[in-house]
């Protein structure tokens, strides 16, 4: 470095408003994760080391779950707005499993389960997201 120059760090704000690039990277995330984590979970179970009668549960977990780390990946990546864009993710998700659903295997949750997992799907979001701007501060 030259005489009398001192390296300056400019730090930048995060852009302000939705980002929904930020939420569409998460929902893919999310299915990346969940895709993998089925992928183990089915083997475990043909391996019989897990009964398949936990199999729905198990699955219901590994889809939250993943969510949940979309969501965090979301917020952190906005760096605002960690509930808007943490909760929105949880919403596109569970609209993308129900439209997968619908299209894959002809048949859609009764409507109370759906509304119960949309609700938690957008409270895990919002949590994850709020999360997702707090770590690595």
């Given at each position: 470095?030259?005489?009398?120059?001192?390296?300056?760090?400019?730090?930048?704000?995060?852009?302000?408003?939705?980002?929904?690039?930020?939420?569409?990277?998460?929902?893919?995330?999310?299915?990346?994760?969940?895709?993998?984590?089925?992928?183990?979970?089915?083997?475990?179970?043909?391996?019989?080391?897990?009964?398949e009668v936990y199999s729905p549960l198990v699955m219901?977990?590994?889809?939250?779950?993943?969510?949940?780390?979309?969501?965090?990946?979301?917020?952190?990546?906005?760096?605002?707005?960690?509930?808007?864009?943490?909760?929105?993710?949880?919403?596109?998700?569970?609209?993308?499993?129900?439209?997968?659903?619908?299209?894959?295997?002809?048949?859609?949750?009764?409507?109370?389960?759906?509304?119960?997992?949309?609700?938690?799907?957008?409270?895990?979001?919002?949590?994850?997201?709020?999360?997702?701007?707090?770590?690595?501060?």
């Amino acid at each position: 470095m030259r005489a009398g120059y001192e390296r300056v760090r400019v730090m930048t704000r995060p852009r302000e408003g939705l980002q929904l690039k930020c939420v569409l990277l998460g929902v893919v995330l999310a299915f990346m994760a969940a895709f993998v984590l089925s992928g183990v979970v089915g083997l475990v179970m043909y391996q019989g080391w897990l009964s398949e009668v936990y199999s729905p549960l198990v699955m219901n977990l590994v889809s939250f779950f993943c969510l949940f780390v979309g969501a965090l990946y979301a917020g952190r990546r906005a760096g605002v707005s960690g509930l808007i864009h943490g909760g929105l993710t949880g919403l596109f998700y569970i609209i993308a499993i129900s439209v997968l659903g619908l299209l894959l295997f002809d048949q859609l949750a009764p409507v109370l389960v759906l509304v119960e997992r949309t609700v938690l799907a957008i409270l895990l979001g919002a949590v994850g997201g709020t999360i997702g701007i707090n770590i690595g501060r």
